[in-house]
């Protein structure tokens, strides 16, 4: 009796363990079908992610580190030609001494001719922070319209700010009447064993900017000085002074004319001046209105005055002063398109005295995208020189011209630099990571 109920009761217990083993093991392969299916989601839940707004954002001013994060309901994409949408941003100087942004929304695609532009206009105070919420805010209102056709619009919502009151807002009185003012000084120290350099600089400026008038004043001084030991019984010295103050005034004449003036005095060791003083009026005619000057301009302008000169040394025209009268023709090209960018001007300076006397230039700058990826950048000046009348009689020392301090004579000056690039691989870059940047 005994040894059969022993027997029946461990049967039983056998029965229990083995049935409490076979839920333990379905639970665990349970919770790991589970674990599997969250971290493998179907393709299908992908699909809202690769179909957003995809936007090339062609903005060298931009903080995009800081959109990307904050603004997070587009993707974004290093090439245009994979892109919904190309955000084309340009800024000019206000008068107040900020930015106005433009910002020009260009449909690509499936988004074909609809565009848009938005502007508004950051203040000369405005923190980098102030600019990047800014430009921000209104970045969000030009996307929102085409993100509305995305899987993105069922996470948009519209918020909207009421003003704290109802009535109008009295205009706003300028104490300044539109005067802005900016002083600005620097210095460097710099030297070791053998050799020792400081220098410093000053400048001041004035604005006033209306859409009737421009005045502009300013002013600036440098000076610097440095010791090269050359033995222990040779120490050279050279020293570099100079100074210049410039007014200019402009008055509006319609959409693409414009009449103004330029006066300026000046003093360089370099140049040999003690002193000069120019005065010229002078004319401008715009292509495009000047409106359109952020995305185009095309600018022919004259001058014509004349340029007191009080030299330092006695010239190779045995002149110590003299009153040269010229004038001066500029046509100027600015280009900031989709594509890119091209800037370029040519110049002739020439005096009216002696028309062999003159100076021509001729500037040039452009970055380019050619095709997917690939971007050409070049950069070029050539002047030729035939005006150099105040060059010192005397000449210049070895040490003046290995530490150009002072101007040589020259018949021409060139510059030049180019540059290729081309980038390949995912198209995508939303992800910020800004570890070990410093």
């Given at each position: ?7 029946v ?9 083995r ?13 790991s ?8 989601p179907?393709?299908a ?43 084309f ?11 106005e ?6 449909g690509?695609g499936?988004?074909s ?5 938005l502007?508004f206009?950051?203040?000369q105070?405005?923190?980098s922070?102030?600019?990047r ?7 969000k209102?030009?996307?929102v319209g ?12 519209v918020?909207w700010?009421p ?6 807002a ?19 120290v710099?030297?070791?064993?053998s ?10 400026s ?40 410039n007014?200019l ?17 000046s ?8 002193r ?20 185009r ?20 025209f ?5 009153t ?9 090209l600015g280009?900031?398109?989709p594509w890119?960018?091209?800037n370029?001007?040519?110049?002739l300076h ?9 100076r021509?230039?001729?500037?040039g700058?452009a ?8 971007s050409f ?9 035939k ?17 150009r301090?002072?101007q040589?004579r020259?018949?021409?000056s060139?510059?030049l ?7 390949f ?5 939303s ?8």
């Amino acid at each position: 009796m005994h040894a059969g109920r022993l027997l029946v009761t461990a049967s039983s217990r056998c029965l229990f363990v083995r049935g409490l083993f076979l839920v333990l093991c379905l639970i665990v392969l349970s919770g790991s079908a589970q674990a599997q299916t969250a971290e493998a989601p179907a393709p299908a839940a992908q699909s809202p992610v690769s179909a957003l707004l995809r936007v090339f954002l062609d903005c060298g001013q931009c903080d995009t580190n800081y959109l990307r994060q904050n603004v997070a309901f587009v993707d974004y994409v290093r090439d245009r030609a994979v892109a919904d949408l190309h955000v084309f941003v340009t800024t000019q100087s206000t008068g107040g001494g900020g930015r106005e942004w433009t910002l020009k929304f260009i449909g690509i695609g499936r988004f074909s001719n609809q565009d848009r532009t938005l502007t508004f206009t950051t203040p000369q105070t405005a923190t980098s922070d102030d600019e990047r919420k800014a430009f921000a805010r209104v970045f969000k209102l030009g996307l929102v319209g085409y993100a509305a056709d995305t899987p993105a619009a069922g996470q948009l919502d519209v918020s909207w700010t009421p003003p704290a009151t109802a009535a109008p807002a009295a205009p706003t009185r300028d104490p300044w009447r539109f005067w802005v003012f900016r002083l600005s000084g620097s210095g460097d120290v710099n030297g070791e064993q053998s050799t020792k350099n400081r220098s410093y600089r000053v400048s001041f400026s004035a604005n006033r900017t209306t859409d009737a008038w421009k005045v502009q004043v300013s002013g600036s001084r440098n000076s610097s000085r440095g010791s090269f030991e050359i033995d222990d019984d040779t120490t050279i010295i050279s020293r570099s002074r100079s100074w210049n103050a410039n007014v200019l005034i402009v008055k509006s004449l319609g959409p693409r004319w414009s009449l103004g003036g330029r006066a300026s005095a000046s003093h360089s060791s370099f140049s040999n001046l003690d002193r000069s003083v120019n005065a010229a009026p002078g004319i401008e005619f715009n292509i495009f209105p000047y409106s359109q000057s952020a995305r185009r301009s095309l600018t022919v302008q004259y001058t014509i005055g004349a340029t007191a000169y009080d030299y330092r040394e006695l010239t190779v025209f045995d002149k110590l002063s003299e009153t040269v009268p010229n004038h001066n023709l500029n046509v100027a090209l600015g280009l900031q398109q989709p594509w890119g960018s091209l800037n370029g001007y040519v110049s002739l300076h020439q005096h009216l005295s002696h028309t062999d006397r003159y100076r021509s230039n001729f500037w040039g700058g452009a970055n380019v995208r050619l095709f997917k990826g690939f971007s050409f950048n070049a950069f070029g000046e050539y002047s030729k020189i035939k005006d150099q009348i105040g060059l010192p009689k005397a000449g210049v020392s070895t040490e003046e011209v290995l530490l150009r301090l002072r101007q040589l004579r020259t018949n021409y000056s060139y510059y030049l630099s180019f540059g290729l690039s081309y980038s390949f691989g995912s198209i995508f870059n939303s992800i910020v990571n800004t570890r070990f940047d410093g």
